[in-house]
């Protein structure tokens, strides 16, 4: 039951987020690494990415499809990292750094954990609950 719950949290989020990255790109842009070709169509694909994932984490009716959206997901995490990490070091650089430790040091833990989350809840891996097995 808690893995559904979380499934539909998380998969509600990424709708959110993907939502955001087609509507709003502005702030995405911002934080996007400068050796990213096309930014604009880049921001625009991950937040088709975003939907997509979101709709096939969330579906009941294929596992496969939910583990495939659940493994596109937590690639994705993966591979918007760069974004975070540069967002972390262009705020840093501010004057009174913008948002501050506070916020980017907990995100940047909070990536490897939803990394994990689209694993879990998509049914992936049941780490670290799994039975050991001798």
Same mark, same amino acid.
């Given at each position: 039951?808690?893995?559904q719950v979380v499934r539909w949290i998380l998969a509600l989020f990424y709708?959110?987020?993907? /939502?955001?990255? /087609?509507a709003a790109p502005a702030p995405f842009?911002? /934080?996007t690494p400068s050796w990213v070709p096309a930014? !604009?169509?880049?921001?625009?694909w991950t937040g088709i990415a975003e939907l997509l994932g979101a709709i096939g984490l969330a579906q009941g009716m294929s596992l496969p499809l939910r583990r495939a959206a659940a493994t596109g997901l937590a690639l994705y995490a993966v591979c918007?990292? #760069?974004?975070?990490i540069n967002h972390f070091a262009l705020d840093m650089?501010? #004057?009174?750094?913008g948002a501050g430790l506070a916020y980017h040091v907990p995100r940047m833990f909070a !990536? #490897?954990?939803?990394?994990?989350?689209?694993?879990?809840?998509?049914g992936v891996t049941d780490w670290p609950w799994q039975p050991r097995t001798r």
């Open positions: 039951m808690t893995r709708f959110a987020a993907g /939502i955001i990255h /087609i842009l911002t /934080i930014p !604009q169509a880049v921001v625009f918007v990292f #760069p974004a975070n650089a501010k #004057p009174g750094h !990536q #490897p954990l939803l990394v994990w989350l689209a694993l879990w809840t998509g």
